[in-house]
């Protein structure tokens, strides 16, 4: 079964609802061992980030209640 950028998504979410927050490197290396490398790119600052997809079925399901940390580089609940 092919796996989906919702799949990814839910997992994320799934992820702060137990530990409160999760971090971007922790994130990026758990999607690309267990959901693959197509869920993963490197952005024009040469950093590792979700694909876009991923990103917007991520927004859908949190429906604002997860914030992004820019200086820690992590999710958490707001």
Known sequence: MEITAQQVAEWMIAEIEFKGIAHQADVIDYVRTHFGESFVFVNENGNASLEKEVKKAFR????GRVAWD?????WAWT
């Open 60 to 63: 859908k399901l949190h429906r």
């Open 70 to 74: 820019r200086d820690g580089f992590f």
